[in-house]
């Protein structure tokens, strides 16, 4: 046998070890005598081959990946709500009653003691009234008359009104007046971080807006101004206050900090604005706001800092909604002897085309196009869509994406540097459309023709400010000659609040419910909207149509 091994043995020897390690790795056998083995890895990811351009091969892979996200459904979708609205009657509308704006005719409750027709008779500096003419402001407003005499007095003023009725020159005017005639009469100086006057505002675009004014006036009234407004570089800001200023214009909190890291200081103060009050004394800007004033001297106030007692300040309080509570409650303690001016405060504005349309969650979109490209044939008009939160923004700009629709998009997700310029781009004329959330309703004046909103507010103050938008005292008004305001109605409590603003207009009286507004989130979505589940048919909705007994208003 061992002979025979050289001739056939190694190969024998050879093929039953073999055969042996086949059988034991396929039949089975104890855990205790199987022997595991390894078997390679097949790799997952196909390596480039290293003569292969890195740079084309990853270019690749995003080609790959962007067409696959085209095809994919968007990411913000709506969502059927459970609750239904009423059905019946499709519409209703709120014609206006008035062709002009009723800014500049009091009201019949409202006792206007000086009625002019210039500025002249108000008492302002010859300076300021040319500033004035420069930027074609000639006749003054109702709010205007009844507005400048107290505040030229040094009295502490209470100044609301209707949106869009001139309130920022009503306060910015006499506190131009008042820089030039005190340095002419005192002979007061500016001196270094010490502004003698300053506004205060909720919001950066707002801030920009009475900035941009408080330049145009300094065109002919020399004062100096600058902005601590927050979202800019601070070194920008610092180069602005190394030299005096008379005026500056801020938001609260960088305003703060400004004054706390000693780059700012109060103790020259003499003139304080705090414009959009509502907001202000809310629950996101109260604390901030409280600070300010306790940080001032405020003439025949009850608020002073202890120690040493700086100049009075003489303080503005302005607003186009004032609740009861911050009148009664917060403002007259503080200023005893507050003068209060109001022209048209809490009314529905007479000379705008209200309109609330019903309408199923998932045919807004369809509702929102069609008003869309009816504006758009005006080669003239502008317009502004509100949404209640930051994805409801982003749903109606990924849906007007795909229908072509050029627009701009706002909400407070974008930096600060990013709004300013897309504002800018809207003013301009460069987009027709504006979409945002309610950080574009207070104070800006983007003249606009027709505001839709396409989430109904969640209260009447927001209506307020939202429809104010257009209608304003130097607005171009559409085609026909109207400014409008087009609300879609998905909820009952939207039916609800559209009867409270009906009866209002139709009785000529005040809304009421105006209450100061509780912190709201702006990072999730409210109780309205979930964007996440209803999946949308884009190419469906041209041809959507609505139902004519899907609409009751009892």
Known sequence: MLDLLPIFGYQHVRCANLARKVVASSS????STKKLVKQ????????????????????????????????????????????????????????????????????KDEDVELQVSSFSPLGLREDVLKALHNINVTKPTVI????????????????????????????????????????????????LKRPRACIVVPGRELAIQVLEVAKSLSHHARFKSVGIIGGRKKKFMKKDLASPVDLVVATPGTLLQFREKDRLFFSDLSYLVIDEADSMFDSTFKSDTMEILQSISIRQGKLSP?????????VTIVGATMPNELVVDTLQRMLPRLKICSSGLHRVLPHIRHRFVKVKQEEKAGKLLRLLRHDLQDPFQRTIVFCNTTEACDFVGHFLTEK??????????????????????????????????????????????????????????????????????????????????TSLLTHNRDVRMAKIIEQAA???????????????????????????????NFKKLDDEDFDEDDVEFT
């Open 40 to 107: 390679p890895v097949k790799q997952l990811v196909k390596r480039v081959k290293p003569n292969m351009d890195m740079k084309s091969a990853l270019s690749r892979q995003l080609s790959r990946r962007r067409d696959l996200a085209s095809q994919r459904k968007p990411m913000c979708e709506l969502q059927s709500n459970k609750e239904t609205i009423s059905n019946g009657r499709k519409e209703i509308v709120i014609e206006p009653s008035c062709s002009e704006n009723p800014a500049f005719t009091p009201d």
């Open 404 to 485: 072509r629709i050029k627009f701009i998009r706002l909400h407070k997700v974008l930096p600060s540097k990013v709004r300013s310029n897309l504002f800018e781009e809207f003013q301009e004329g460069r987009a027709r459309v504006l979409v945002c959330t309610d950080i574009a309703s207070r104070g800006v004046d983007p003249d606009v023709s027709h505001v839709i909103n396409f989430d109904f507010p969640t209260s009447i103050v927001d209506y307020i400010h939202r429809v104010g938008r257009t209608g304003r005292v130097k607005t171009e008004t559409t085609s026909t000659g109207v400014s409008a305001a």
């Open 306 to 314: 202890p120690g040493e007692q700086p100049v009075d300040t003489q």
């Open 28 to 31: 089975p056998c104890p855990k």
């Open 506 to 536: 139709k009785k000529q009286r005040r809304l009421e419910g105006i209450e100061i507004r509780p912190k709201r989130p702006t990072a999730e979505p409210g109780p309205r909207e979930n964007w996440e589940n209803k999946e949308i």
């Open 144 to 191: 205007q008359m009844v507005t400048i005499p107290p505040l030229l007095k040094r009295e502490h003023v209470l100044c609301a009104a209707q949106t869009g009725t001139g309130k920022t020159l009503a306060y910015l005017a006499p506190v131009v007046h008042h820089l030039r005639e005190d340095e002419r009469k005192l002979g007061v100086i500016t001196r």
